[in-house]
């Protein structure tokens, strides 16, 4: 199975540190971001992992050299044209990522606990187009699920927009939904790829509220599990808290 860690972002909430480096290679405890996703995914027995690069790619290029890929088989996507987000991130990357299999990608500013096997064996019993990981922590915008999980739209908590195929559903149907938050953590099919219409650069949220009326994703709850978002200097500390 192969992985994707998005390591392209400018990191414009990290500064000053990505004034002059990479939010990849920020340390958490001795190791980077960047090598602590490709450990977390070695646990897992995936070693082949695309990294997509954009924000001073040679340092990240050189760290993976340096280092040897920490013991993964790393394959850089080059985007220091023009960064795409997640959506163009993966799009860009789809012929190192092709195989017979699915594959999993994980945000590099993201730590956690969750247990990949767990999501995994999941996205096997139910067979989604996509499924990834969501917990109930407090965000300012949410995925909405049904009963069963799937995805049925996307809201901002703070304003009140609503995207997706939540638009159609009448104020009693709305009600039965459950908000929750997005992990970062996701295991596609292959077929995502021919399904996608946007192109250039665009967020993965886009095709997925697109394909969710026709398309089953499904949110993967593992609330409980540790789950660090390391988008500014200070959440460096509580990712040290929990990983040493």
Request: proline share 3%; glycine share 6%.
């Amino acid at each position: 199975m192969k992985a994707m860690i998005f390591a392209a972002g400018l990191g414009t909430r990290f500064k000053p540190w990505t004034e002059h480096h990479p939010k990849a290679l920020a340390i958490v405890n001795g190791k980077s971001l960047l090598q602590r996703n490709i450990e977390y995914l070695q646990q897992y027995n995936i070693t082949d992992v695309v990294v997509n690069v954009h924000h001073f790619p040679d340092q990240i290029i050189e760290a993976v050299e340096a280092n040897k890929g920490w013991g993964s088989n790393i394959l850089i996507s080059d985007e220091r044209d023009a960064v795409l987000e997640t959506g163009g991130g993966l799009l860009k990357a789809k012929q190192l990522l092709e195989d017979d299999e699915p594959f999993v990608t994980i945000n590099v500013d993201i730590l956690t606990n969750l247990d990949l096997n767990k999501l995994l064996a999941y996205h096997q019993q139910y067979k989604p187009l996509v499924s990834f990981g969501v917990t109930n922590r407090k965000t300012a915008r949410n995925f909405l699920f049904d009963a069963n999980d799937k995805l049925c739209g996307w809201r901002n908590i703070s304003t009140g927009e609503e995207k997706g195929p939540v638009l159609t559903y009448t104020a009693e149907e709305k009600k039965m939904l459950v908000e929750k938050a997005y992990s970062c953590v996701v295991v596609f099919e292959q077929r995502f790829f021919t399904l996608v219409k946007q192109a250039g650069k665009f967020s993965l949220t886009e095709p997925y509220l697109d394909l969710a009326a026709e398309h089953t994703i499904l949110g993967y709850d593992h609330s409980g599990d540790v789950l660090v978002d390391v988008g500014k200097p200070e959440s460096v500390a509580v990712a040290e808290e929990y990983f040493k």
